[in-house]
């Protein structure tokens, strides 16, 4: 760990004790690479999701971090900017017209260093648990650094942190890796240039419905974001989002 911050917070503060509260278990460890860069997809259930999986992962990961934690005002806010920062993790202006360089920046700066890059590609916390479409961007920084996709399936994450609640709940948690998909391979595979649009869409949509089985749920092919827009405005689930 080349970040102590990251040690003592996975180690001494908060690890143990979510080790024996959720008691969290990784299946398919073995999937990710000892060494080397490396992308980690993974779904997005809860905010817990992003310590459940450093918890259980050797190597230290870097996750983009979306911006409001590093400028929220207040106290909870300066505690979040400094949490966020001490563990080395990277803001991200999602809603910003370049959001796309700043991510691919942000992966440069971590696989160019040989490292794990975190990600969930459905840019939001799922509403109800199951996998939704996903944002391109991870597809694109993989193939751009020739980097190994390795899925990650967030499993009971929900359960333990449910979207709006503050306090952990003794569920316990799964996380379960996937075998490495070579983002190159796939789309020329799929008769696709490596830099088209076309081919991040066919990589996205495949590492996501990949995703979907591996944690046994639902692929819906809307995004979340739009999902949790109409919900939010009492119009329920859109077109092709509707719950079977």
């Known amino acids: ?14 690890g143990p004790i979510l080790r024996i509260y959720n008691r969290p278990v990784i299946v398919g460890a073995q999937n990710i690479p000892e060494s080397g860069a490396a992308v980690l997809a993974s779904n997005h259930q809860s905010v817990m999701d992003s310590f459940f999986l450093p ?21 909870v ?29 942000a992966a440069s700066s ?23 479409r996903g944002k391109t961007g991870m597809a694109r920084v993989a193939l751009l650094f020739d980097a190994p996709i390795i899925p990650v399936a967030m499993v009971g994450a ?6 709006g609640s503050w306090v952990i709940r003794p569920k316990k948690v799964e996380v379960r890796i996937g075998a490495a998909i070579d983002p190159v391979a796939f789309v020329v595979s799929q008769g696709l240039e490596r830099e088209s649009h076309e081919a991040a869409r066919v990589l996205t949509d495949h590492v996501m ?10 692929y819906v092919d809307v995004y979340a974001s739009e999902v ?5 405005e009492g119009k329920g689930y859109p077109p092709g989002a509707q719950r079977n």
């Open 1 to 14: 760990m080349k970040n102590k911050w990251y040690w003592a917070f996975k180690n001494i503060f908060f």
């Open 55 to 75: 918890l259980l992962c050797k190597r230290q990961i870097t996750f983009p971090a979306k911006q409001e934690y590093f400028t929220s005002p207040g106290v």
């Open 77 to 105: 806010g300066r505690l979040q900017k400094w949490f966020f920062t001490a563990v080395g993790q990277i803001p991200l202006d999602r809603t910003s017209s370049d959001a796309l360089e700043a991510l691919t920046n």
């Open 110 to 132: 971590v696989l160019g260093a040989g490292e794990l890059f975190g990600i969930y590609p459905e840019g939001t916390r799922s509403p109800d648990g199951r996998v939704y």
């Open 158 to 163: 929900r359960d333990a942190n449910p979207i």
């Open 209 to 218: 419905r990949v995703l979907a089985d591996l944690a046994g749920e639902e």
């Open 228 to 232: 949790k827009k109409s919900l939010e």
